[in-house]
């Protein structure tokens, strides 16, 4: 079969922070690197993030260190986070940042001209460096600008379906060009995945179209490890009206600037159920919680500010006992600081340009004047590749994650900006040791025959007529997988859940596209089918074996949290049978150092 051969020392497939920042490393170690996307170099999902990256810099708040956020990000992950990751994410996130800022990044500032830090959910002080609510942009501009520089090979638009192998050993991937429908066979030493998330799994999501789980499904192929795959995290507050915007997200940023939720009545309903464990970290009374924002740093945070899953499930909690907004959410009210501050309009639209803009356009309601309709929406995979925590390579040689398709860093349940210095820190590790795997092993032998089977997969959809249309299958699993796999589970409906995903498991491989291989949007649904069922399945038979509530996992059957459940995490992986298994695997006890952090920060 007709294919292009390209050849490099590392492999990434992805382009967003992470992808791009483990390339720029790889790049910087002297080895030949490509970069792949299934998108325009510069639409990464990671240009839409808004609020910020989290980094103990203390430029806000002197009381911040390492030590405060490493406990935040265990605290807030159920403590089932890969403590290793935990402690190198919060000492390396500040030198990440200022590294960006040497780069080229511009950040708001302080008074007197440090990075400028704000308020999120979890995070004890003001954590988060931002650009207004457009950091995710200033940061891709710049990685982008800084890498380009370093003459990587880019290969937009490319979507990767297989990884090639021998003995074993990644040794690159098949793909095929999106616009024109040609094929590419890569061949690299080593390949770093780092395609983002799974939110297209679900109906109502704040991802763009690029999330289908492609990284998860290709390391599950390729029999490496996934982990924690039952963490799906429900972000309280996506658009609500009109439909057409479902979904989409309303920074937490909103929050961090006094930002109060509400119900119909007008009730504050966030003072009504403070988890115990942040009893003493939550404002007693409004006032408190308002000067929280404004700095004051004899004041607590306000329960909008606690963690994103307890948010969500409030918000779920008032629209399920009918004391929602008139299209199924909550209201989101930035308009009331009118009362404290003079300039509260013009304050709003600098502080949250986007949101304003958004709200204006997409919703025609005017965020400095009124309430905003709000509810959950499908947001971020905590689960992914299971990978070592130095150096992020999988449990398949030469196979190595980042970003949000690697899991471990954020255990249960993430905190708000941690994702995109998450990117940074392991983007970087990842690209590090990668070129160091690159250098230190040969070139790998291609199996020709593995290249034709991937290529005949590929191109099945064309050969088959009258099979069913692909954007079928997509609907109907995003449907079942937010009704039965959603933000409040339980075993009957999970059960059926994976009923339903062996029925489409059967239909997918016998689906049909017409038309021809350029640009062929049924086509590529098609493709990505497969990799949206193998995350959907690995969800949902991780949701039932953990019969606890924990992080973003609710099991209406199992409402508390068990502290047996608190010891291990579950992995899932490709049995040699070709059927899904998953299984436990305890946690490494936590050095005496970091549980003494872990204890002078409860
Ligand atoms: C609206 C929104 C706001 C957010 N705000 C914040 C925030 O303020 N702070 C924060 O910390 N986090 C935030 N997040 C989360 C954060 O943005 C993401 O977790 C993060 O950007 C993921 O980055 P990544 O590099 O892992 O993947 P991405 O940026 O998604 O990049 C994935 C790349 O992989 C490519 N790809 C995927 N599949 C394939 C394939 N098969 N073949 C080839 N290429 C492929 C894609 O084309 C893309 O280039 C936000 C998320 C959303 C949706």
Not at 267 to 290: C, H, S
Request: charged share 25%; hydrophobic share 40%; proline share 3%.
């Amino acid at each position: 079969m007709q294919y292009e051969t390209r050849e490099h020392d590392v492999l990434v497939i992805g382009a967003g922070g992470a992808g791009l920042r483990a390339a720029i490393e790889a790049s910087a170690a002297g080895v030949k690197v490509g970069l792949i996307c299934k998108s325009l170099l510069g639409k990464a999902h990671t240009v839409m993030a808004e609020g910020g990256m989290a980094a103990a810099m203390a430029n806000v708040d002197d009381r911040d260190s390492w030590r405060v956020h490493f406990a935040d990000t265990m605290r807030g992950g159920g403590y089932l986070n890969n403590w290793r990751m935990a402690e190198l994410h919060a000492k390396e996130a500040p030198d990440r940042v200022r590294e960006l800022e040497a780069w080229g990044a511009l950040f708001d500032r302080t008074k007197d001209g440090r990075i400028l830090q704000r308020n999120f959910g979890g995070h004890r002080y003001p954590r988060l460096a931002h650009v207004g609510d457009r950091t995710g942009l200033e940061m891709i501009r710049t990685l982008q600008d800084h890498g380009i520089h370093l003459g990587l090979d880019v290969f937009m638009e490319t979507t990767v379906t297989t990884l090639l192998q021998d003995d074993g050993r990644v040794v690159g991937c098949v793909g095929y060009d999106r616009q024109r429908g040609y094929v590419i066979v890569f061949k690299a030493r080593a390949v770093v995945i780092a395609t983002g998330g799974i939110g297209r799994a679900f109906k109502i999501t704040s991802n763009s179209w690029e999330y289908t789980g492609d990284g998860q499904s290709l390391a599950y192929q390729a029999g490496a490890d996934l982990m924690d795959m039952e963490f799906v995290q429900f972000h309280p507050t996506g658009m609500v009206w009109p439909p057409s915007v479902r979904g989409i997200l309303v920074t937490e940023g909103v929050r961090g600037e006094g930002g109060i939720l509400k119900n119909k009545e007008g009730r504050r309903f966030m003072f009504d159920d403070i988890p115990d464990l942040y009893k003493n970290q939550v404002a007693t009374d409004p006032e408190e919680g308002w000067r929280y924002t404004q700095g004051d740093k004899n004041a607590r945070r306000p329960p909008e500010l606690l963690t994103r899953d307890h948010v969500a499930r409030c918000i779920n909690r008032e629209v399920k006992a009918g004391r929602g907004s008139p299209h199924g959410g909550v209201f989101l009210d930035i308009a009331w600081i009118k009362e404290k501050l003079p300039n509260a309009e013009e304050h709003i639209k600098k502080k949250l340009p986007s949101m304003y803009h958004q709200f204006i356009k997409l919703a025609g309601v005017d965020i400095t004047k009124e309430p905003m309709e709000i509810g959950p929406t499908t947001h971020y995979m905590m689960g992914g590749v299971r990978v070592d925590g130095d150096t992020q390579m999988s449990s398949v040689p030469g196979l190595f994650a980042a970003g949000e398709a690697a899991a471990g860093l954020h255990g249960a349940n993430r905190l708000g900006g941690n994702s995109l210095s998450d990117l940074l820190v392991f983007g970087k590790r990842a690209g590090e040791y990668a070129a160091k795997w690159a250098k230190d092993n040969s070139a790998g032998r291609i199996d020709e025959s593995k290249v034709d089977g991937a290529i005949k997969d590929m191109l099945a959809p064309f050969d088959r007529e009258a099979g069913e249309n692909p954007y079928t299958i997509q609907h109907e699993l995003q449907d079942f997988m937010q009704k039965l796999v959603g933000i409040v589970r339980q075993e009957s409906e999970l059960v059926e859940a994976v009923g339903l995903i062996e029925k489409l498991k059967e239909r997918a491989p016998k689906v049909s596209v017409a038309g021809n291989r350029e640009y062929n949007a049924g086509w590529h649904t098609a493709l990505d089918l497969s990799s949206l069922l193998t995350v959907a399945e690995a969800i949902t038979r991780s949701a039932i074996e953990r019969k606890e509530s924990r992080g973003a996992q609710f099991r209406e059957d199992y409402p508390k949290k068990d502290a047996a459940y608190g010891t291990f995490n579950y992995v899932t992986s490709k049995g040699p049978d070709g059927q899904m298994q998953i299984r436990k695997e305890t946690i490494r006890e936590l050095p005496a150092e970091l549980a003494q952090v872990i204890k002078e920060n409860e």
